[in-house]
């Protein structure tokens, strides 16, 4: 589908268009579940509604065509619901254009740019939630199977106050060596004190997704993070040692003693000792140790690229959100990095659409895309909250006027056990790996 034919269409067409791609329901296909008691809803006329008396709210679902897409405040404040732009803008999103972009390429005749620009900003908001939705779903899938897998993690902003500093968007990537094969999770945010870096990645945050994506025959190769190291021996994995970007250890190549790995892992090895075509081994081995390069750095590149994404749709770098607008756009931009293109962001629309129908994302039309309230699927299973996607139903708001709140409280609601001070934590150099190196922020003006 080129831009060209997604602008010409009339909202007839629009609406066919988006229909077809399942962005919207067809009549007949239309049914929801309650989001509070995860029951059927029955139609009654041109509304669903819970029928179940022991619900504590017997929700009623208005404009179903519309719900659990971005189209639903039109419907809900009343006005026209404008299916041509939304497809439009899919497109844009698509193509990872920004929204001050967007906003030139989408104005049709007659309107003005600031009635454009609104429109793009919550279209924008809400495509978003869906691939970091999608994103997020995604990445629970996979594990890892016979690899060599690198973890790594960046953050894509920060909020200052007098006092401290609150590192947001925080993105842990696990990429397999051999296949490239990666994934990304949405970490919570942490705080620090002015002037430091965002410090390393914690035990609480690393260690779930660590035990979901490293099946079998796998092995870690992290750089200095000690959380990486503990939670890869707790999840029962061996890991490389020999990269410290921290205290700038870049040994070439290390060695594994043989002995210390189970027996999948070993073949695994084994097996990349041997030259395919005209390929070098990737491993080389002696009697008792498998020799192999300790770091290709391959994390850290695809956190850089979910940082050029970011940066391209001018989401990076300071903002005034304090709370997980920046998780979502980098889990968008990660889901962008990984595919890009209208039918990407129209299948991640058709995701979460179904998804919130059927009770798997427990919230209401209007909470399923507010920021704030992704908390739960973003971030919450990562401290074992949660443990499959629409396990819990609600989630708590997360926005928190710093200013207002002391500090121990800013810590416990943004990332529960995290208020750290980084002096005491990094003696030396913890500020190299987040202000220097590929995936690195611009310097703050
Ligand atoms: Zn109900």
């Known amino acids: 589908m080129t831009y060209q034919e997604v602008h010409s269409m009339s909202q007839k067409k629009a609406l066919a268009f988006l229909t077809k791609a399942g962005v919207c329901p067809t009549s007949k296909s239309m049914s929801f579940v309650c989001w509070k008691c995860k029951k059927d809803m029955q139609k009654n006329g041109s509304v669903f509604r819970c029928q179940n008396r022991s619900c504590s709210q017997r929700p009623r679902l208005t404009a179903p065509r519309v719900a659990f897409t971005p189209l639903f405040g039109f419907a809900s404040n009343g006005t026209d619901i404008d299916y041509a732009m939304l497809l439009r803008t899919c497109f844009t999103v698509g193509a990872k254009l920004s929204n001050d972009s967007a906003i030139q390429m989408l104005r049709m005749p007659g309107q003005s740019l600031s009635s454009v620009e609104h429109k793009v900003d919550d279209f924008y908001t809400k495509i978003k939630v869906a691939l970091a939705y999608a994103e997020t779903k995604y990445s629970r899938s996979v594990q890892f199977k016979d690899e060599i897998v690198e973890p790594d993690s960046g953050r894509m902003g920060v909020a200052k106050t007098p006092s401290q ?3 947001l968007g925080r993105t842990l ?4 060596r051999f296949t ?15 002037g430091r870096g965002m410090g390393a990645e914690s035990r609480a945050e690393v260690d779930q997704p660590i035990k979901d994506a490293m099946g079998a025959g796998t092995l870690g190769a992290p750089d200095g993070g000690r959380a990486f190291h503990g939670a890869l021996r707790d999840a029962g994995k061996s890991s490389l040692h020999g990269v410290n970007h921290m205290k700038k250890v870049f040994t070439p190549v290390t060695r594994v003693l043989k002995s210390s790995l189970d027996a999948r892992t070993r073949q695994m090895m084994e097996k990349k000792c041997k030259s395919r075509g005209s390929k070098e081994p990737a491993v080389a081995q002696t009697k008792l140790y498998f020799k192999v390069a300790a770091g290709d750095n391959s994390a850290e590149n695809t956190v850089g690229c979910i940082k050029k994404v970011m940066r391209r749709m001018g989401n990076l770098g300071r903002t005034r959100s304090k709370g997980l607008q920046k998780n979502v756009q980098a889990m968008a931009a990660a889901a962008l990095h990984r595919q ?18 059927k009770g798997i994302v427990q919230m209401s039309p209007k909470d399923a ?54 002096a005491k934590l990094a003696p030396l150099g913890r500020l190299d790996l987040c202000t220097g190196g590929v995936g690195a922020l611009p310097p703050e003006e």
Request: glycine share 8%.
């Open 173 to 176: 990537v696990l990429k397999g």
């Open 369 to 422: 895309f507010l920021h704030e309230k992704c908390e739960w699927y973003l971030i919450k299973f990562l401290e074992g909250a949660v443990d499959v996607i629409g396990a819990a139903g609600s989630a708590t708001g997360m926005s928190v006027d710093l200013e207002a709140e002391p500090q121990q409280q800013v810590g416990a609601d943004l990332a529960p056990g995290r208020v750290h001070d980084e």
């Open 165 to 167: 500093k609150i590192h």
């Open 340 to 357: 890009c293109g209208l039918d990407r962001v129209l299948a991640a629309l058709k995701e979460y659409r179904l998804d919130c129908s």
């Open 180 to 194: 490239k094969q990666w994934i990304a999770k949405a970490l919570p945010n942490t705080v620090s004190k002015p």
